[in-house]
């Protein structure tokens, strides 16, 4: 199957760092892509991971491992205007489709 | 550069109503998408386009459901009869290509249907 899970919310005071997680299926798994979605608005891509290892964007970095089918988001330096949902989506069958996880939302406490 | 664009933003129909949703993608964008987002879900595919050709529709609920991409640059989607559990949020997404090099989808804002 294509599914992926990640927790369903997160809670954490500005400045702070936060993890979100992202486990997924492996079947057709291409990439992994992380995207960011503030209440009524679009989804904002913000980085992909094909390969293994970190990829660093400012302050947010997501991190790919294949071995264990897992990912994760990391944001530093939280800000109240980063309270959002955040998907994780696995890119699969070469690039044709993505798959978004059900989502993550971040609340960020003064 | 303009983004996705869509409308309406909001559409409050009667179940059975028909339903239209236009996209307009990124100028030069040739792959085209339309997802519904449940509320508290990610966003679904319904189908994907490679400029006027339908290539994904498997997700596609075809006995009520159609799209279109007439020129392969803006696209229709519509819902005939509509159900009380097609309310969402439709998304229109673009791409220059499904194989760039992130795989970035660029998303237009949606639009909400309720369907009383």
């Known amino acids: 199957g294509q599914s992926l899970e990640q927790p369903s919310e997160v809670t954490a005071v500005e400045g702070a760092i936060v993890q979100i997680n992202c486990t997924y299926q492996?079947?057709?798994?291409?990439?992994l892509s992380w995207y960011q979605q503030h209440d009524g608005g679009a989804p904002t891509f913000l980085s992909y991971?094909?390969?293994?290892g970190l990829e660093e964007t400012g302050r947010f970095s997501s991190f790919l491992s294949r071995s264990d089918s897992y990912g994760y988001l990391l944001l530093q330096e939280l800000q109240m205007k980063d309270s959002a949902s955040y998907f994780c989506?696995?890119?699969?069958?070469?690039?044709?489709?993505?798959?978004f996880g059900q989502g993550t939302e971040l609340s960020v406490k003064p | 550069e303009a983004g996705v664009v869509q409308s309406p933003r909001y559409k409050i129909i009667e179940k059975k109503q028909p339903v239209a949703f236009w996209c307009n993608p990124i100028?030069?964008?040739?792959?085209l998408y339309w997802y519904r987002q449940n509320l508290g879900q990610g966003p679904e595919l319904l189908i994907r386009y490679e400029n006027e050709e339908a290539v994904d529709d498997s997700q596609l609920p075809k006995d009520r459901f159609s799209a279109e991409r007439l020129k392969g640059v803006d696209s229709t989607l519509k819902i005939q009869p509509a159900e009380l559990g097609d309310s969402a949020v439709y998304l229109c997404a673009s791409s220059p290509n499904p194989f760039s090099k992130d795989n970035e989808q660029f998303f237009g804002p949606g639009t909400r249907l309720t369907v009383l």
């Open positions: 991971n094909a390969l293994d």
């Open positions: 492996t079947s057709g798994f291409y990439g």
């Open positions: 989506a696995g890119v699969y069958n070469q690039g044709g489709k993505l798959i």
């Open positions: 100028s030069g964008h040739n792959t």
